[in-house]
């Protein structure tokens, strides 16, 4: 993807606008502790992929997957205008397919304010966390990730689509954290004090990267 990212303010950023907010969710990774895909995991009678993107619906006007070319999507049964869009540089981590998401929102729809980063490692995330993400949004912030105490969660997070500028030039200097991108933007972190309303425990951040890690969240249901 070779749209440029422009530093456009939105015309009223003070909270994000459900009509102008996207998601982008990560079915990438090698899941190699894992052992399989897991967006195939299956969870209350729906696989991962699926769960994120029904809870997710709600809260963005478009969806995006970014995947690896090998990842067929023929056995899912997606809703209607489910887009796909093939990392570019697959094995890199997560922040290349960020921006490679963010300039494909922009370029299709430029008023494209801001868009939720979503990865299939935390299936649990609720549409309640994304609207709290949401309302917590304030003029000065790019964006905001939840922080669970020990560490963020950026791909959790939701962040303006202009800051696309900003990864890309992480990625010329040899960066490619996630964190480190929320370092080098105005990001509001969301303290699990404020997060207690929608999950007293946090376990909607609760992360799955392993066999076990997948029983503990099935444990949870």
Not at 17 to 45: D, H, N, V
Not at 76 to 81: D, M, R, S, V
Not at 90 to 109: C, K, S
Not at 189 to 217: A, G, K
Request: glycine share 6%.
């Amino acid at each position: 993807m070779h749209a440029t990212c422009t530093d456009h303010t939105p015309s009223d950023p003070q909270r994000a606008r459900p009509e102008f907010t996207a998601a982008l969710i990560l079915t990438g990774g090698r899941s190699r502790r894992m052992g399989s895909e897991k967006y195939r995991l299956r969870i209350g009678g729906e696989t991962v992929l699926q769960r994120i993107i029904r809870i997710t619906s709600p809260v963005a006007s478009a969806i995006t997957l970014i995947a690896s070319a090998e990842q067929d999507f023929a056995a899912e049964t997606l809703p209607h205008g489910i887009e796909i869009l093939r990392d570019s540089q697959p094995g890199r981590g997560p922040l290349p397919a960020v921006v490679d998401g963010m300039q494909y929102l922009i370029a299709r729809n430029p008023q494209m304010e801001s868009c939720y980063v979503l990865a299939c490692d935390m299936p649990l995330v609720t549409t309640e966390l994304l609207q709290l993400i949401s309302n917590s949004l304030r003029r000065d912030d790019d964006a905001v990730v939840p922080f669970d105490g020990n560490q963020l969660q950026p791909l959790c997070g939701l962040y303006r689509t202009f800051t696309c500028q900003t990864a890309g030039q992480l990625l010329a200097r040899d960066c490619w954290k996630m964190t480190d991108f929320c370092d080098a933007i105005h990001t509001r972190r969301l303290m699990p004090e404020q997060m207690i309303s929608v999950s007293p425990d946090l376990q909607c951040l609760m992360n799955m990267n392993t066999p076990e890690d997948y029983e503990r969240i099935l444990q949870q249901l």
